[in-house]
């Protein structure tokens, strides 16, 4: 079975420039979730998509990130401007029930802001 | 909202030793509490998890305990070996079905 995809892997942006950080849930899993992982630190939920849904966007600053997942399958996770602290590493995952279990992540992309 | 902490945040062992890593949570109403492992540069993996109406599960040389009277869930990993060695997070699954993940302790086990 094909894991998470997730890409680009690296990025390196000014402050102020925008990303965009693009996933491809397992096939099958409705649920696909954005973290933020900051170094040394554990995940922190972003945004909960069930389908094409927003299940929970509570912890999304959404004065600069916005998120969609179009036709209930890949998703796309967008920084405009970007900060010096939103360096981190920005983790998709994707389960099968809409319930937080069984969660499988990406890759992730490791975002470098200077 | 949910709080998980977790303790400690690093822990040395002997190979072959046994690995304790503990877990609290605030929210009452989670229910879901997975364990995941990170090694250096990749992806957190799913390594165990348990569900409220089970106290104890079992896999090989892991095993996690919940007590959901005093709110708190353990990490137990038995004879370790060097590959061992990574960050574990505990999480728990709380109210509105998300995840709430620990600090990380990093786990090193010495030959």
Do not use: M
Request: glycine share 10%; hydrophobic share 35%; charged share 20%.
């Amino acid at each position: 079975e094909a894991g998470v995809a997730q890409s680009p892997r690296y990025k390196i942006i000014e402050k102020r420039q925008s990303v965009a950080f693009w996933c491809n849930p397992i096939s099958g899993h409705a649920t696909l979730y954005w973290y933020q992982q900051i170094l040394g630190q554990g995940p922190k939920l972003l945004i909960q998509f069930q389908n094409n849904g927003v299940v929970d966007d509570s912890q999304l600053p959404k004065d600069r990130f916005s998120a969609e997942r179009l036709k209930g399958v890949d998703s796309t996770l967008k920084i405009q401007p970007a900060k010096l602290e939103d360096s981190a590493v920005y983790l998709c995952a994707s389960s099968l029930v809409g319930r937080g279990e069984g969660q499988f992540f990406g890759p992730g992309t490791r975002l470098t802001v200077l | 909202g949910e709080n998980v902490e977790q303790h400690p945040s690093t822990l040395s062992v002997q190979e072959g030793d046994s690995a304790v890593i503990k877990c609290t949570y605030s929210d009452s109403a989670s229910n879901y509490f997975p364990w995941y492992k990170q090694e250096l540069g990749k992806r957190p993996q799913l390594i165990i998890d348990i569900r409220s109406n089970v106290g104890e599960k079992k896999d090989q040389r892991i095993a996690v305990t919940l007590n959901k009277t005093a709110k708190h869930f353990s990490l137990h990993i038995t004879e370790t070996q060097p590959e061992d060695s990574a960050v574990y997070f505990c999480a728990a699954g709380g109210a509105g079905n998300k995840l709430t993940f620990g600090g990380g302790t990093r786990v090193l086990v010495k030959p």
